[in-house]
């Protein structure tokens, strides 16, 4: 797939919480030239949604499951997408922030 221009530069975090509409912004941000993406993979739950909910009959446990499925190329489903550069744990922002200085200065 070919990536469209775009002259802005532009850094995106994500990790496992990142999951839903935010994977579809990420599958739009793929598509654009000078965009990179820092963290750890997404959730994955962007391929179905979870819209119908029904009740187990013999247990009465509520459970909720997607009615409609697509398929992206860069990402699957309980995987997300995979980050440009791996950075984890807690501390994640604080270290980008600090890359980034670094690079600027």
């Given at each position: 797939?070919?990536?469209?221009?775009?002259?802005?530069?532009?850094?995106?975090?994500?990790?496992?919480?990142?999951a839903?509409?935010?994977?579809s912004?990420?599958?739009?941000?793929?598509t654009?030239?000078?965009?990179?993406?820092?963290?750890?993979?997404?959730?994955?739950?962007?391929?179905s949604?979870?819209?119908?909910?029904?009740i187990l009959?013999?247990s009465?446990i509520?459970?909720s499951?997607?009615d409609?499925?697509?398929?992206?190329?860069?990402c699957?489903?309980?995987?997300?997408?995979?980050?440009?550069?791996?950075?984890?744990?807690t501390?994640?922002?604080?270290?980008?922030?600090?890359?980034?200085k670094?690079?600027?200065?």
């Amino acid at each position: 797939m070919e990536q469209k221009k775009n002259k802005t530069k532009l850094i995106v975090l994500m990790d496992g919480n990142t999951a839903s509409a935010a994977e579809s912004l990420i599958s739009h941000l793929n598509t654009l030239k000078n965009v990179v993406f820092i963290g750890t993979n997404t959730s994955g739950c962007f391929l179905s949604n979870a819209n119908m909910k029904c009740i187990l009959p013999n247990s009465e446990i509520e459970i909720s499951y997607g009615d409609q499925l697509s398929f992206q190329d860069k990402c699957t489903e309980g995987k997300g997408f995979q980050p440009d550069i791996w950075i984890g744990g807690t501390d994640a922002l604080e270290r980008v922030l600090a890359f980034l200085k670094n690079i600027n200065d």
